[in-house]
Structures are given as structure tokens and as C-alpha cells.
């Protein structure tokens, strides 16, 4: 049994989580951060969604994994163990109440034409970054653009939330050690799409901070001055310089 599923450590989470989050979501939101339990679709099974989706899942979320290689995700899914799944992209589209996306950029048009309606309404996590020397055309528009108004454009219909951009994969296991202590800058346009994205943010460990629209989501991606990890204090006062 490792350390994260000692009952003491997970109901300390739940209890910090769920009384840091009521303490700041507008009244509205506030159902989601009672404990519900989630379903979530990881689209893109990588680094990120791996780390991500296997925290979740041991946090009692319920995941199913994604990507072009079906039998990878069962693989991970089985090695995950409680809690997780796995499917095609549209499978994991249509089961989950929140999605993350978490794929190289250049792949997110192919990902927006692949789920079509199933993206309509649904909250989506868009961990994804474009780089010009990775992404080619499609990062560089989107640089032009700014991140996340561009993800709105691949993704139309979704509910987007930036988050996760500017931290390494390999950390994104690690927050619920500490909650709180490590904060996570948002943006977003949908309030209640913010909150529910905020109670997962909460669920494993981190404090998230919105810093404003989608617009905003220009500015969470490596190398800004919001990247790497920093308490939500730190982020605030970033945040506060930044147009
Ligand atoms: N790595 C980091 O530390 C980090 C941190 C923050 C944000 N990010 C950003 O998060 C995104 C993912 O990064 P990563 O490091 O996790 O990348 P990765 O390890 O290369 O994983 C990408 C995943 O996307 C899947 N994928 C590619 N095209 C797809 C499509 N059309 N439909 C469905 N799935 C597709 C891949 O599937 P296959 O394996 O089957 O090809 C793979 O599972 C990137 O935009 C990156 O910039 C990365």
C-alpha cells in the first residue's frame, strides 16, 4: 500500500480540500466541492495525462485514459488499478463529467473534429501548450492568438479551463502531499465550468488561483512569468502585473 492511499493522509485531503474550496466558491458552485466524485476523460494519455488521471483517480475520481493506442490505456488503466478505465478519445469524451485534455497542440484540431458534439457543453482541462518548433502552423497561430482562445476555437462548445500548463508532468503527482501550499493559475470564461475545474485542482493538493478570461491563458505556459510551481500569494501578485 503506498502512502497516498493511507485512509488518515486521503481524509485529510478530502477535509482540506472541501473546506478551502467552500471557504472561496461563489455559493453556486458549492455542490461540487462537497466530495462529489467525478468522471473524468483524460484525452491524451502522456506525461501529463498519465500523472494527472492516476492522481484523480486515486483521490476516488473515476478516469478513463485516451489516446491513439488503445491497448497502451488498458496497460495504464490496469496498472492504475481502482478507478480507472480506459477507451477511444470518443469513449472517454462521452463518460467523462470533466474532461482533460492533455495532447501535443498541433494534434488539437484532429482532437475537436474527433469529438464533435461530444465536446458541447462539456468542462474542459486544457493542459496543452504550443510551441512554434514542436506545433509548426498550428502553434504559431496560436501563439499569436493566445492559447486559450485558440483551444476555444479547436474545442467549440467546450467549457474551457487553462490549468496545468507551466508545471512538469513529473510534479503533478506530488501537490496532495502539501495541499495548498503549491497554487495552480487558471483562466477561464465559464464560472461554473471554473469551479468544478477548481475542486479537481483542490482534490489533489493544489490551491488554484484564476488569474482571469481565456484571454488570460496566454500567459500560462512555460517560460511566462507565472511558470513553475509558486504559492497561490506568489501567483496573485504575478498575476497582478500582467495584461
Ligand atoms: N510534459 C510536461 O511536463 C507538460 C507540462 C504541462 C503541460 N504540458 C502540455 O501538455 C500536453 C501534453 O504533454 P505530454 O508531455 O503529456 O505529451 P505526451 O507525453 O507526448 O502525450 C501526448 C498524448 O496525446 C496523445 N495524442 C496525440 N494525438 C492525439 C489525438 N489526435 N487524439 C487523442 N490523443 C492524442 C498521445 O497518444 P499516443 O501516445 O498514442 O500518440 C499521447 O497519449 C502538451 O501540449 C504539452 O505542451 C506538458
Redesign the pocket.
Known amino acids: 500500500m503506498n502512502n497516498f492511499s493511507k485512509s488518515n493522509r486521503r481524509d485529510f485531503l478530502r477535509a482540506a480540500a472541501a473546506t478551502l474550496a467552500l471557504a472561496s466558491l461563489p455559493a453556486g458552485a458549492q455542490s461540487v466541492t462537497t466530495g462529489a466524485k467525478l468522471t473524468i476523460g483524460i484525452?491524451?494519455?502522456?506525461?501529463?495525462?498519465s500523472a494527472l488521471g492516476t492522481t484523480w483517480a486515486k483521490s476516488g475520481h473515476t478516469v478513463m485514459f485516451?489516446?491513439?493506442?488503445l491497448e497502451?490505456d488498458k496497460a495504464l488503466a490496469a496498472r492504475v488499478g481502482n478507478n480507472a478505465r480506459a477507451g477511444t478519445?470518443r469513449d472517454a469524451a462521452a463518460f467523462g463529467d470533466v474532461l482533460l485534455i492533455?495532447?501535443?497542440?498541433h494534434?488539437l484540431p484532429?482532437?475537436g473534429k474527433?469529438l464533435g458534439a461530444l465536446l458541447k457543453g462539456k468542462v474542459v482541462i486544457d493542459?496543452?501548450?504550443p510551441?512554434a518548433e514542436r506545433d509548426g502552423e498550428v502553434g504559431v497561430r496560436a501563439r499569436e492568438k493566445g492559447a486559450g482562445l485558440a483551444s476555444a476555437e479547436y474545442l467549440p462548445g467546450a467549457r474551457i479551463v487553462r490549468a496545468?500548463?507551466?508545471?512538469?508532468?513529473?510534479r503533478m503527482g506530488a501537490a496532495w502531499q502539501e495541499p495548498g501550499k503549491v497554487g495552480m493559475p487558471i483562466a477561464g470564461d465559464d464560472a461554473q465550468a471554473i469551479a468544478t475545474a477548481s475542486a479537481l485542482i483542490r482534490d489533489i493538493g493544489y490551491e488554484p488561483v484564476l488569474i482571469g478570461g481565456l484571454a488570460m491563458g496566454r500567459h500560462l505556459q512555460p517560460r511566462e512569468p507565472l511558470a513553475g510551481e509558486r504559492s497561490a500569494e506568489e501567483i496573485r501578485k504575478i498575476a497582478a502585473t500582467l495584461k
Open positions: 484525452i491524451g494519455s502522456g506525461n501529463v495525462g485516451s489516446s491513439l493506442d497502451k478519445s492533455a495532447v501535443p497542440y494534434a484532429a482532437v474527433d493542459a496543452c501548450n510551441f496545468f500548463n507551466a508545471i512538469g508532468a513529473a
